[in-house]
């Protein structure tokens, strides 16, 4: 299993490097969070939150599933688990700013585009109906490259549904939460953030969180 031992090699290199450096902030997180931030991300393995923003323990409540949705408020059938999430960090944790974080070729994107009804992918094909308002958005725009067009499409879903959760809407209203949508481009490495005013995304500069 040379797969599973490299994950004890990390947790090796973990142990005696970031946890040895770290080891009071760590005794402090032992009785418990206050995480200012919660980032929704995608599964997908090369846009981990944690090492692209390089958090630390305790800093951001992270949530990850295929293609970074968030489903609209609802509260009868079915296991909530995205919404049972964003209540724990917006009603319990009290988090100050939510970020969805989409990325460039993302596999649920494709799934999306490439329609439904493959009977190998019934649980991906349910949870990416969540995008198709926006994917007839984004068919009627004639978008010259539907893939990213959607990808950026799908940030803007995730928000407008975090926002038909009331206590999203009544903490966004007070301005005591703040929402973002963020895009990371693979390719090159770079982050793109949402204006929303203006709705489109611009690149973020190095070095501008010291502007
Ligand atoms: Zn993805």
Redesign the pocket.
């Known amino acids: 299993m040379p797969e599973f031992r490299a994950l004890l090699h990390g947790y090796d290199r973990f142990r005696s490097g970031r946890y040895e450096a770290e080891r009071r902030r760590w005794a402090s997180l032992a009785t418990g969070q206050a995480p200012p931030v919660m980032i929704i991300g995608?599964?997908?393995s090369r846009?981990d939150p944690a090492t692209i923003f390089d958090t630390e323990p305790g800093q951001a409540f992270i949530l990850r599933n295929?293609?970074?949705l968030v489903p609209t408020y609802e509260q009868g059938g079915g296991l909530h688990g995205v919404s049972a999430a964003l209540e724990f960090a917006v009603t319990k944790l009290n988090v100050r700013h939510i970020v969805v974080m989409g990325?460039g070729a993302?596999?649920?994107?494709s799934a999306a585009l490439g329609g439904h009804g493959d009977p190998d992918r019934t649980f991906i094909d349910r949870w990416i109906a969540l995008l198709d308002p926006a994917l007839e958005r984004v068919r009627a725009s004639g978008a010259e490259d539907p893939q990213r067009a959607l990808e950026l499409e799908g940030i803007r879903t995730s928000l407008d549904n975090l926002r038909s959760f009331p206590f999203v809407a009544e903490r966004e209203g007070a301005g005591t939460l703040k929402l973002y949508g963020c895009y990371f481009a693979i390719a090159d490495g770079r982050l793109w953030e949402l204006d929303e005013q203006a709705g489109t995304f611009r690149e973020i500069a190095e070095g501008a969180a010291a502007s």
Request: net charge negative; charged share 10%; proline share 0%.
């Open positions: 995608c599964c997908d846009v295929v293609a970074n990325h993302c596999g649920g994107i």
